[in-house]
């Protein structure tokens, strides 16, 4: 567990849970998420795949459509963009997930595996 601070010391953090409980324990890393980097990557990617994906839903209901068709062409890129930033994001979650597991797992004693 933490250290008991000393009555009257200042809080350590912003929103620990008690006031004499330091929430950054000594034997704990601070962090063992994916790097700030990679969760930047993740998201230029779900935007990057959403307007991919926006534009292919476009074209494709464009190529196929004769006359006026501005709402069918909204209706492809709209559900195009969704579909594939989704996909693009549970990959993205997948990959950090799978990062802060190989975090924990090497931030582990050698005798704990």
């Not at 935007?47 to 839903?57: E, H, K």
């Not at 969704?82 to 979650?93: E, F, P, Q, W």
């Amino acid at each position: 567990m933490g250290r008991r601070l000393q009555a009257g010391a200042p809080r350590l953090a912003k929103h620990s849970y008690d006031r004499t409980v330091d929430p950054t324990p000594d034997d704990v890393s601070l962090s063992l998420r994916p790097p700030r980097k990679a969760f930047v990557l993740a998201y230029v990617a779900v935007v990057v795949s959403g307007l991919l994906g926006a534009a292919i839903g476009a074209g494709l209901v464009d190529s196929m459509c004769h006359g006026a068709c501005g709402g069918n062409v909204a209706a492809g890129a709209l559900i195009g963009g969704l579909g594939a930033a989704a996909g693009v994001a549970v990959v993205a979650v997948l990959a950090l997930r799978a990062m802060h597991e190989w975090n924990e797992y090497r931030a582990r004693p050698p005798d704990a595996t």
